[in-house]
């Protein structure tokens, strides 16, 4: 493999312990992760358009039609992405611009079914509304929102959604329904619903970045929260941020780091980890520690584990030291993932990718059906690019047509809530804005015909359109 092709470190390249020079190469960062056209420039100013223009010029002079070849393919992308002068023209850029562009460095999936990654535990909620234990409920709903980290090294960027776009999912043992929306494009804003017969889950999502050079820091902006049927108490949670190292020198590697809480808002109880950085060599990588407290500060259960991994318990002193020979619960292990995946995507991703276990045709607007992301996933680059052009302009025109008619898009399946409660903790409205699942798909759906027995031919990458009729 060529140095140029070394750009899989990049993109794609294996999760790697950090040297001491490499960790000397990272530079902090902020965005967002839906459609936007916006451009934040290094000198603070937003019109940015002049480089949007620039990076699409840029990225328009690769070749890399249906590249087989992995290393001729990230050749291709270092001829760009390798130049000092490139990279430094798009220093200070808001990165969902840029990397709206080049489909070289997508996944293919979009935001919205990355959103749905957390619903591969669901059983820990199940588990935590059938416990008696507050301060075990407590832990479980930790360990749930810690488990979507076991996904979280992967280095490939989703699609944006489209304004409209969404995407369900149905028919897991724990007989949960998801569904998300892309409720606002400037700024982006996605929201999610989530329910069985244990809990509900909800969120919005409107994280931030920013690019400078060698990294990019997450901030990963959003409200989320978790009803549990039984006791009816109400989780609030506080995610750690996240960094990707190395995106122009060097192994890319994520990390997360800062702190990650949890509250119960009826009892005052919380769970406060500490997700550590990583040091030189690797030093603490991946590692959290922390305690389940009651509402006065006392520590019930101590807390530990690797992010990526698993997530341990054990009782402990109220002063949070270690309890002597205390037994050690393992509430959370990480599946196994695929070998030598291309894009690092565990089993349950793939799931989202497909129409297995949905008992109905998906909306018009699922993700699934985008052509774009169907080439992508087909590796097709030509077609792929071709198709994402060809959504880009009917969303644009959908945009246009409503202005002409006097008229403002509205989601279907979120609505504002301007009287709901910012909670103790949460981002205020105008960095979160405030969405609510209105409830009306649950009951659509279940009146829908089933469908003809051929309906799952006609979804993946077929029929998408975000038009409301």
């Known amino acids: 493999m060529n140095w140029l092709a070394e750009v899989g470190n990049l993109l794609v390249g294996e999760p790697a312990a950090p040297s001491k020079e490499e960790q000397g190469n990272s530079i902090q960062v902020f965005a967002s992760a839906g459609a936007s056209s916006s451009v934040q420039c290094s000198d603070g100013s937003t019109d940015g358009a002049a480089l949007v223009d620039s990076a699409e010029n840029d990225l328009a002079s690769l070749n890399l039609g249906n590249t087989d070849s992995r290393d001729g393919y990230l050749a291709e992308i270092g001829k760009v992405l390798l130049q000092p002068s490139k990279v430094s023209k798009y220093m200070g850029m808001d990165v969902t611009s840029l990397m709206s562009v080049p489909l070289f460095i997508m996944e293919p999936f979009s935001m919205l079914q990355k959103m749905a990654e957390i619903m591969e535990y669901t059983q820990l909620l199940d588990e935590a509304d059938k416990a008696d234990c507050q301060f075990e409920r407590l832990a479980l709903v930790a360990a749930f929102l810690v488990s979507p980290f076991g996904a979280a090294e992967r280095t490939w960027k989703p699609f944006n959604p489209l304004l409209g776009e969404t995407f369900e999912l149905e028919g897991l043992d724990s007989g949960v ?269 279940d009146s829908m015909p089933a469908g003809s027995d051929g309906w799952p031919d006609s979804v993946m990458g077929k029929g998408f359109t975000t038009i409301q009729h």
């Not at 409107?206 to 690019?211: E, I, L, V, W």
């Not at 949890?262 to 040091?279: I, R």
């Not at 959290?288 to 530990?304: I, L, P, R």
């Open 177 to 445: 329904r998801f569904m998300a929306e892309q409720v606002c494009e400037q700024p982006p804003v996605s929201a999610a619903h989530a329910e069985n017969e244990h809990f509900t889950y909800d969120i919005v999502s409107a994280p931030a970045t920013k690019f400078q050079g060698n990294s990019l820091e997450v901030y990963p902006k959003g409200r989320t929260r978790i009803s549990l049927r039984r006791s009816n108490e109400v989780f609030s949670h506080v995610p750690p941020q996240a960094k990707v190292h190395n995106l122009v020198l060097g192994r890319t590697w994520v990390d997360s780091y800062g702190s990650f809480i949890v509250t119960n808002t009826a009892t005052g109880d919380k769970v406060h980890l500490e997700f550590k950085p990583c040091g030189w060599f690797g030093a603490g990588q991946h590692e959290f520690e922390g305690h389940v407290m009651d509402a006065e500060g006392n520590a019930k259960y101590a807390m530990s584990g690797k992010w990526n991994s698993y997530v341990d318990m054990a009782p402990c002193n109220p002063d949070g030291s270690a309890i002597p020979d205390a037994p050690v619960r393992r509430l959370w292990t990480c599946a196994e993932k695929p070998e030598e995946d291309h894009y690092g995507c565990t089993h349950f991703a793939w799931h989202l990718n497909s129409t297995q276990y949905l008992s109905k045709a998906p909306l018009a607007s699922d993700s699934r059906r985008r052509a774009d992301r169907q080439a992508l996933q087909e590796r097709k680059m030509t077609e792929a690019a071709a198709e994402k052009a060809a959504l880009d302009a009917q969303q644009q025109q959908q945009h246009k047509e409503l202005e002409q008619r006097g008229e403002q898009w509205q989601a279907r399946w979120f609505e504002p809530a301007p009287d709901m409660q910012i909670l103790d903790g949460e981002e205020p409205a105008d960095v979160v804005p405030l969405w609510r699942w209105n409830g009306k798909y649950s009951s659509m759906r």
